[in-house]
């Protein structure tokens, strides 16, 4: 009976996991196209799928603890080799299939992840790059509104604070 249940729970793990990649491939999409509003909204929603996934690993972990009980092993002995040894039939092929889904899966889940950060990062690089460009420019520092010659002191320090697009302070 555990066999069955533990190949329920991964079949459930596995099934989440691909919403996790749907979800990482439209997170991609937006990245992209710099709506972050929606990306706040696509991280609120791979968190609710990892806290579904971290319930069925609890699941999980209970249903192999059953299982070495039921065969007398220590909680450091039941792996995955041996629990393949351990049981017999359809369960053997089942459980193997699934397993394999889970880690190809799970294989190209780090992959778009590591591209998505690729990206944010580049995002965050080209933001920093544009605000350095911003704050050592000369915009704002030509009186271009104004008459030539008509400048007087008092007004040149007011403009002086206001040459700056952006506080390099803050």
């Given at each position: 009976?555990?066999?069955?249940?533990?190949?329920?729970?991964?079949?459930?793990?596995?099934?989440?996991?691909q919403q996790l990649y749907q979800l990482s491939?439209?997170?991609?999409?937006?990245?992209?196209?710099n709506r972050v509003d929606?990306?706040?909204?696509?991280?609120?929603?791979?968190?609710?799928e990892i806290e579904k996934i971290n319930q069925l690993e609890e699941e999980r972990v209970e249903t192999l603890q059953e299982?070495?009980?039921?065969?007398?092993?220590s909680d450091g002995?039941?792996?995955?080799?041996?629990?393949?040894?351990?049981?017999?039939?359809p369960n053997v092929s089942e459980l193997?299939?699934?397993?394999?889904?889970?880690?190809?899966?799970?294989?190209?889940?780090?992959?778009?992840n590591d591209t998505n950060a690729?990206?944010?990062e580049e995002s965050l690089k080209l933001n920093d790059y544009t605000l350095q460009l911003l704050t050592e420019s000369n915009i704002g520092k030509t009186k271009t509104y104004q008459k030539p010659?008509?400048?007087?002191?008092s007004n040149q320090q007011n403009n002086q604070q206001q040459q700056r697009i952006i506080d390099q302070k803050a």
């Open positions: 009976m555990e066999i069955k249940r533990l190949v329920q729970i991964l079949q459930a793990e596995y099934e989440i996991y491939e439209e997170k991609q999409a937006i990245i992209i196209d929606d990306l706040l909204s696509i991280i609120e929603d791979e968190q609710a299982i070495a009980d039921r065969y007398s092993l002995e039941l792996s995955f080799a041996k629990l393949t040894e351990l049981i017999s039939g193997k299939n699934t397993r394999g889904k889970i880690l190809d899966l799970l294989e190209d889940l780090r992959n778009i690729n990206l944010i010659g008509k400048l007087n002191s």
